[in-house]
């Protein structure tokens, strides 16, 4: 069982940027691969990006490269959302989710395959 807590949301200005953290609990972090998902008003959680367990192989939405950077410290069991220029468009609920992956480079990018989920860190962004 893995327990997954979300910080770092909050309201910003458009252009500003923000950096989510998600903590896990339990011995075995580095084992899951990790995705952060979000979902806006009236709309359905969708992927924004993931990396695996190791932390080599990180992957993103298309409307995500080059704005955001996820990454991990398996020492403090944490996962960490960097976005940048962010939009009002952005404004949504992040949550993060873990899934224990088959190898140490697996990553995930559909919702269903995760096992795990945080109970998501508001993002609001002004114009």
């Known amino acids: 069982q893995v327990q997954l807590v979300e910080s770092g949301g909050g309201l910003v200005q458009a252009g500003d940027s923000l950096r989510l953290s998600c903590a896990a609990s339990g011995r075995t972090f580095s084992t899951y691969a990790m995705g952060w998902f979000r979902e806006a008003p009236g709309k359905e959680r969708e992927f924004v990006a993931a990396?695996?367990?190791?932390?080599?192989?990180?992957t993103y939405a298309d409307s995500e490269k080059g704005r955001c950077t996820i990454s991990r410290d398996n020492a403090k069991n944490t996962v960490y959302l960097r976005m940048n220029s962010l939009k009002p468009e952005d404004t949504a609920v992040y949550y993060c989710a873990a899934k224990q992956a088959i190898s140490d480079y697996s990553y995930y990018t559909a919702k269903r395959q995760y096992d795990y989920w945080g109970q998501g860190t508001q993002v609001t962004v002004s114009s």
């Open positions: 990396i695996s367990g190791s932390g080599a192989i990180t």
